[in-house]
């Protein structure tokens, strides 16, 4: 599939010719900025809805869903608990200590102090409400231990709010929060983690529309979150998030939605709402990845914070000679190394189709036939 850009500003356009292809008055120009280029195959088997976070320039997967695995000896679910360690450098995977809890898909995980943490999920039946920090200094293999419920207040002792799958989770400036989520009915409360005491602490709602399956980007420690459904209805608003004000209770404010038109209705370049896209964030941008809309998505999309606008950049699946499948529930990271800074794409799935293969996403790459 090859997507052609038709409407476009001329400032941009004139970058474009500038910066990335060559143009002439005549020729309109369809060519898309960055590149994929397939790496080596994720170890674990193939698998969607795991989670991701980073520490220390390694990226760590685990957990998810595998269809073939239903019935199998410990995957009874086809859910997973087995955690895997990356290394840019040498593009290679390393099995680390499994996660304790229940297997399960669609959980949240976030970093924090050089830790990770991972929680919430479903396991086919049940939506859980446990949380574990995984200390990957510990031994050859990490540790994991359980910590506080998610939800769970020492000054509350309120227990229920917490079980949920589908939730966002997001660190800015040292402070982890995760909300909104599904679980009997879709959700749009957030709390903050607070690893000193152990306890979760609320903080309000998440913005605009309640909110299952959603995304968040964290650009320049404020975050940004969108998309996912709402019963059943793909949700257009996109709201972005400063910590610095939640004391004050407001720390929302709506941008753009996913409507395609700006606030007077005028038509703008815009990514499609979707559920299960897969984020990371480079510099001072966001890049949004595939998702579901009715069926899995394959395009890329870079949002600038400062002009709340985005751009549609190169994707996958017209990769050559190597094509990548259009796909939902996938894990994405940005990684530093000697290599330099990238986005990555691993694993995720199609129907009941899942994939082991891994991406790596360079936004001023070139293609020999990014169309």
């Avoid at 909104?180 to 983690?193: F, Q, R």
Wanted: charged fraction near 15%; include cysteine.
């Amino acid at each position: 599939m090859k997507y052609v850009v038709s409407t476009i500003s001329l400032g941009l356009l004139f970058l474009f010719c500038l910066g990335i292809s060559s143009c002439n008055n005549t020729t309109p120009t369809t060519t898309l900025p960055g590149s994929w280029d397939k790496i080596g195959d994720f170890n674990g088997v193939p698998r969607s809805g795991a989670v991701s976070f980073v520490i220390g320039g390694y990226a760590y997967i685990g957990g998810g869903f595998n269809y073939d695995a239903v019935g199998q000896p410990g995957t009874p679910t086809g859910r997973l608990n087995d955690f895997w360690k990356y290394d840019p450098v040498s593009d290679t995977w390393t099995q680390m200590a499994n996660f304790p809890g229940t297997a399960r898909s669609n959980a949240a995980s976030f970093t924090l102090n050089g830790k990770g943490y991972v929680g919430t999920g479903f396991d086919g039946t049940n939506a859980y409400s446990d949380f574990y920090e995984f200390d990957p200094t510990v031994g050859a293999r990490g540790k994991w231990t359980r910590i506080a419920d998610f939800g769970y207040s020492a000054d509350q002792q309120d227990t229920t709010v917490s079980a949920r799958y589908g939730c966002v989770a997001f660190t800015v400036k040292n402070r982890a929060f995760v909300g909104a989520g599904h679980y009997i009915s879709d959700l749009k409360d957030l709390w903050e983690y607070d690893p000193t005491n152990n306890v979760w602490i609320s903080r309000g709602s998440t913005g605009g529309s309640k909110r299952q399956n959603g995304f968040v980007m964290v650009i320049n420690d404020i975050a940004y979150v969108g998309g996912g459904t709402d019963n059943g209805q793909y949700v257009r608003d996109f709201y972005k998030f400063d910590v610095d004000q939640v004391d004050s209770g407001s720390p929302w404010t709506a941008l753009n939605g996913l409507t395609g038109k700006d606030a007077n209705g005028n038509p703008i370049v815009q990514p499609k709402p979707r559920e299960l896209a897969s984020t990371f964030s480079l510099g001072n941008f966001g890049y949004l990845v595939c998702g579901s809309l009715g069926g899995p998505l394959n395009d890329t999309w870079q949002y600038d914070p400062s002009t709340d606008t985005w751009i549609q950049y190169y994707n996958f699946s017209t990769n050559t000679p190597i094509s990548g499948s259009a796909r939902s529930s996938a894990c994405a990271f940005a990684l530093t190394s000697s290599l330099g800074t990238y986005g990555y794409l691993v694993a995720g799935g199609s129907g009941n189709l899942k994939f082991d293969d891994c991406w790596l996403f360079n936004p001023v790459g070139i293609e020999p036939d990014n169309k």
